[in-house]
């Protein structure tokens, strides 16, 4: 039996608490795809699962849909368990990278569609159980403004009589989500819905996303493998890889804290410049060595690290070049490799002490591929990594 509420009754809508408790998938072929997933998602969060291809992303939006059994762990939506509860009764609307639009269909019927056949099933003002005349024109009624405030939210007014292929790609997107928002769900759940669009409309319906979020308030749950777009999107990232969470934070959190070292490579474009070698430690001196590079640290810098194996990071955009690198508190010499223009800026591929960094700076005419220049940064912007593709951050 559906557990649906009639559409009328309910007054707040998209809402809802998602709550993953070591939430785990294997698949018959004993793939396991997801482990020990703990994650609370708060009413009206827009949380998004990033990482990169394979790392349990989409598997785990579909356990939450209820397309994936959960074999390990429980699910629970505002306090209930949803472990066995079909994906139909489950109040979730589920937009797919491939958003297939009934071709045969209006907008206005494609975005009316799930309320059409919930009206059929007679959950819709409970008409069909009646069977009254004047509540199935109430129930029809009911759609077509439910339409009509979709349509308005999303500007598709002008194309409700179109069909699929007489709009643009990032018109029938829209439609896409207009289908999800017009149920009126308690959790809407993207699947990488940008990814069939070109950069630039990407670009754009990533801002009317946010913009839609901001409007209905609704919680959402969003999967995409472009950390600069988790970035953008999130009230909070879930930065997953190989079927675990590696850090769950604000995205400025997440760039500027990274709990370890995949997700301080992962976070930026370019990601952050990670060298391994050794710490020094003695006399009041702290010391990273890596070959003939070595910097000294500010004291105290790193204070949970042991001496020995670890990992130094520095982002891109906090060293200096040129000119620009005098009076650093670091300062050496680095040979360009290669430059890319960016327009406004320019990202560097430098050889220093033998190893391949990047900077980001602003365009300087004087820093030329061949060149030898000065590079300079602050030790104090580092961070230290214990050893190991996902060692936490020590400094
Ligand atoms: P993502 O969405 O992050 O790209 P997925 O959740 O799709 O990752 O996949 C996670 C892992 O589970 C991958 O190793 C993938 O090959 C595996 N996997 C996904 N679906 C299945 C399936 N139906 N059967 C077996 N293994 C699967």
């Known amino acids: 039996m559906s557990t649906e509420r009639p559409l009328e009754n309910r007054m707040s809508e998209s809402h809802a608490k998602v709550r993953l408790r070591e939430l785990g998938k294997t698949y018959p072929g004993g793939v396991t795809a997801v482990e020990g997933v703990d994650l609370g998602i708060e009413e009206g969060e827009f949380c998004v699962l990033v990482g990169p291809s394979g790392c349990g992303k989409s598997t785990t939006l579909r356990m939450i849909a209820g397309l994936e059994e959960i074999t390990a762990g429980t699910l629970d939506i505002d306090g ?8 139909r009764d489950r109040d979730i609307a589920f937009v797919f990278q491939n958003y297939a ?15 059409e056949r919930r009206r059929r099933h ?26 009509a405030e979709t349509a308005r939210i999303l500007g598709l007014e002008g194309v409700l009589g179109r069909y699929p292929r007489e709009l643009s790609g990032g018109q029938r997107q829209r439609v896409a989500v207009g289908r999800a928002i017009a ?31 901001r409007r209905l308030g609704a919680t959402i749950v ?30 400025l959190e997440a760039y500027h804290h990274p709990a370890n070292r995949f997700v301080a490579a992962f976070l930026g474009t370019p990601g952050m410049n990670l060298v391994d070698g050794r710490l020094h ?31 130094f990071g520095v ?13 650093s508190p670091w300062t050496g010499t680095a040979s360009v490799a290669a430059i890319e223009q960016l327009g406004d800026r320019m990202d560097v591929a430098l050889e220093l002490a033998g190893r391949r960094v990047t900077a980001r700076v602003l365009p300087d005419a ?4 061949g060149a030898t220049v000065p590079v300079g940064f602050d030790p104090a912007d580092g961070h230290l990594f214990a050893p190991g593709e996902e060692g936490p951050r020590v400094g």
Do not use: W
């Open 122 to 147: 007679g959950s819709l003002l409970g008409a069909a159980v009646t069977g009254q005349l004047a509540a199935r024109r109430a129930e029809s009624q009911a759609i077509r403004e439910r339409v």
């Open 281 to 311: 430690r003695g006399d009041g001196l702290e010391r990273f060595v890596a070959g003939d590079l070595a910097i000294d640290l500010p004291a105290g810098k790193s204070a949970a690290a042991m001496p020995g194996e670890i990992c």
């Open 101 to 115: 639009l009934y071709p045969h269909l209006t907008v206005a019927a494609n975005i009316g569609f799930g309320l």
């Open 315 to 327: 982002r891109p955009d906090r060293l200096r070049l040129g000119a620009a690198a005098a009076g």
């Open 222 to 251: 969003y999967v995409t493998h472009d950390q600069e777009e988790a970035m953008t999107l999130a009230d909070r990232l879930v930065v997953m890889h190989r079927g675990r969470v590696q850090q769950v934070a604000a995205p």
């Open 183 to 213: 149920r009126k769900p308690k959790v809407f759940l993207f699947d990488e819905p940008l990814s069939n669009l070109d950069a630039r409309l990407r670009l754009e319906t990533r801002i009317e996303l946010r913009q839609l979020h």
């Open 80 to 87: 209930r368990v949803m472990n066995d509860v079909p994906a």
């Open 366 to 369: 004087a820093i030329a591929e």
